[in-house]
């Protein structure tokens, strides 16, 4: 069964410094979500990777994916007050029953 | 462009009651899945709809089902309501199944 980690799920930095959010998966997949939430809202989706060496970048974040480490990073650039949010990885399984397991979260929280 | 919308925005139901959860697509938008989001968790995968067939389905119980109609607009239904379905149901449409999720602003579902 496939399973999803985040690390960190919490994390406090200063603005202007960089981090990097870790997603590591179990089993063979053949699509990585990155989506944010703000409190009490929907989400909103971010990139969406689909191949080995796959990266894309959004203004201060890019986003990484290694299939054959089965991982993928969201790195955050000169970090600012409006990223303040929570950051979920989602991993499509690729078998008959076509599930989408979202990992626990990292929230962010970037202090003035 | 009209953006993905869920209605109601807010329901409470008693133990036992049946409720249905409508959602209507992005324009062009084929596919369509659900999710449930506990307080303080990550969204768990309920299930998705291409072309109005299920094209995967998490570890939900058979009380909740689904529906994706001609336009690709859709519903998920939850039979006899337990304590535990209180949560933010949210669902996303897309182009294709690899594609960007777009999500709606979610029906928060209080069981009583």
Redesign the interface.
Known sequence: ELKVEQNPLFLSMQEGKNYTIYCNYSTTS??L?W?RQDPG?????LF?L?SNGAVKQEGRLMASLDTKARLSTLHITAAVHDLSATY?C?V??VNR?????????TRLHILP | ETGVTQSPTHLIKTRGQQVTLRCSSQSGHNTVSWYQQALGQGPQFIFQYYREEENGRGNFPPRFSGLQFPNYSSELNVNALELDDSALYLCASSLGIQETQYFGPGTRLLVL
């Not at chain 1, 809202?41 to 989706?45: M, P, Q, T």
């Not at chain 1, 029953?97 to 979260?105: E, N, R, S, V």
């Open positions: 053949d699509r979500y989506y809202k929907s989400l909103e989706s969406v689909l979920f989602a499509g399984e029953d076509d599930k989408i397991i979202f990992g626990k979260g």
